[in-house]
């Protein structure tokens, strides 16, 4: 599989802003659609936000619309997670993810990330 490479996690305080990065190599994504996940401890894995092959189409769970907001760089094989806002509740270990096509389900997706941390203080 090709690697996808997150970055840009870390820790902050609510209210702060973070910026976090997928990174591929090896092949373009640019016909994939591209996610991003998120797993607190004790919790499943949990849809944050998509966006189509072409960045036309997003998508955003509920619990971070309006805070949140997923861009993508074809040319730069890279997508991107913009969090805004960032409460407590948004602690968690931030997967990038690509796949055929768009979607909210962490089993359509193909390809994955190891993972950053993004750690949000009260």
């Known amino acids: 599989q090709v690697p996808l490479v997150e970055s840009g996690g870390g820790l902050v305080q609510a209210g702060d802003s973070l910026r976090l990065s997928c990174a591929a190599s090896?092949?373009?994504?640019?016909?994939?659609?591209m996610a991003w996940f998120r797993q607190a401890p004790g919790k499943e894995r949990e849809f944050v936000a998509a966006?189509?092959?072409?960045?036309?189409?997003?998508y955003y769970a509920d619990s971070v619309k309006g805070r949140f907001t997923i861009s993508r760089d074809n040319g730069k094989n890279s997508v991107y997670l913009q969090l805004n806002s960032l409460k407590p509740d948004d602690t968690a270990v931030y997967y990038c993810a690509a796949g055929q096509y768009m979607g909210d389900s962490w089993s359509r997706y193909e390809f994955w990330g190891q993972g950053t941390q993004v750690t949000v203080s009260s």
């Open positions: 966006i189509s092959w072409s960045g036309e189409m997003t």
């Open positions: 090896g092949r373009s994504f640019g016909s994939h659609a």
